[in-house]
């Protein structure tokens, strides 16, 4: 049973920062592609930054995330980041983990996925 579970989450003024983890119980993490996503209230889901388990560059990062998010992996805990900087109200949302094999450039909806984690941002 894959367990993808997302945590970091909270309140933060805006112009902080806050890193957001994600652990995916799977056993061959660099097979994986790993996503983040993020759903603000009243909106539809959307792809915030993705990357390949085997690899230390994105393969995906949302234009309005550019160059404030960063998105990571650490291979041996099996465990996905995001740090977020420079966060704005806008950013505020439920932030979704999700993984999945042989898919590219993110996980789509058929992969594994987290329950979610509030990240709200005060303006």
């Known amino acids: 049973q894959v367990q993808v579970v997302e945590s970091g989450g909270g309140l933060v003024q805006a112009g902080g920062s806050m890193r957001l983890s994600c652990t995916v119980s799977?056993?061959?993490?660099?097979?994986?592609?790993l996503g983040w996503y993020r759903q603000a209230p009243g909106k539809t889901r959307e792809g915030v930054s993705c990357i390949r388990g085997n690899e230390d560059s994105a393969t995906y990062y949302r234009d309005s995330v550019k160059g404030r998010f960063t998105i990571s992996t650490d291979r041996a805990s099996k465990t996905l980041y995001l740090e977020m900087s420079n966060l704005k109200s806008e950013d505020t949302a439920t932030y979704y983990c999700a993984a999945q094999r042989k898919t590219y450039p993110c996980p789509s909806l058929s992969g594994y996925w987290g329950q979610g984690t509030q990240v709200t941002v005060s303006s």
């Open positions: 799977v056993l061959a993490f660099d097979l994986y592609t």
